[in-house]
Structures are given as structure tokens and as C-alpha cells.
């Protein structure tokens, strides 16, 4: 009786454990992009927020591409978001609602876009240019 009782009590913490792994990240400020590159997977194929500050952008036929980068950058680098909402402008900073997807994995190198919900694109009004 005891060993039943005590797989059942295993098998509980660990659905539970696998359960805070894959919606333990619902974080209610979003994440910054320093944040999302440094653990990309567990957060792949979830929806999630990303603030940071527009870069470089890239518009083909109607579908806009621009880096997001860290408002206070720790690593290199920053996150591809593709967006068919129009792009902000270059140093406007901007929350990003979507779904993280992996493009490639190449050894330790994980290349991410974040795909862009409709109307997700928030910019800081006081950060005007």
C-alpha cells in the first residue's frame, strides 16, 4: 500500500514538474530579447511577449522583417521578428506578442524568428524620433 502510494505521489510531482516547464513561463511583463536568446527551447513553438528596441528591417512583398533588439543589451545579437502589421521605425522601442519558431539549430547555434500576432506591436509613446 505504501509503494502504491508512493508512485502515485511521484507520478504527481513530476506531471506537475512537466507541466511548469512548458507553462511556467508565462510571464505577465513578456521577456526581454537577452532573455529569450538565452533559453530559446523551452519557449519555441509557445506564444509569448518580447519588449526591445526596433533595428534593422527588411520589407519583400508586403512582408516585413526587423531585428529586435535588447533595451539594455547583455549578449549579441537580437531576435528576427517577422510581422505582416507594417514595421516600426529603427530605435522606436516596441512590445511583440507571437509565436517563437526555430528556423535551424546548427551546433550550439539556434536560429529564431518571432512570428507576429495580428495587432500584437505596442510602441512607447515617449519614444518619439
Keep these: 500500500m505504501k509503494i502504491k502510494l508512493l508512485f502515485l505521489l511521484l507520478g504527481v510531482v ?5 507541466l511548469l516547464q512548458y ?10 530579447v537577452d532573455d529569450v536568446l538565452a533559453n530559446p527551447r523551452p519557449l519555441i513553438g509557445h ?3 518580447v519588449s526591445g528596441v ?3 528591417r527588411l520589407s519583400i512583398l508586403g512582408t516585413g522583417f ?3 533588439v535588447d533595451l539594455k543589451p547583455k549578449g549579441e545579437g537580437g531576435l528576427t521578428v517577422l510581422s505582416n502589421q507594417g514595421m516600426p521605425q529603427t530605435g522606436k522601442q516596441v512590445t511583440v506578442h ?3 519558431q526555430q528556423v535551424y539549430a546548427a551546433g ?3 536560429a529564431l524568428v518571432l512570428i507576429e500576432s495580428a495587432q500584437s506591436q505596442s510602441q512607447d509613446p515617449s519614444n518619439t524620433r
Design 14 to 18: 513530476t506531471i506537475t514538474m512537466v
Design 23 to 32: 507553462h511556467g513561463h508565462a510571464d505577465v511583463d513578456g521577456y526581454s
Design 47 to 49: 506564444e509569448i511577449t
Design 54 to 56: 526596433a533595428g534593422d
Design 66 to 68: 526587423f531585428q529586435l
Design 98 to 100: 507571437g509565436t517563437l
Design 108 to 110: 550550439a547555434r539556434d
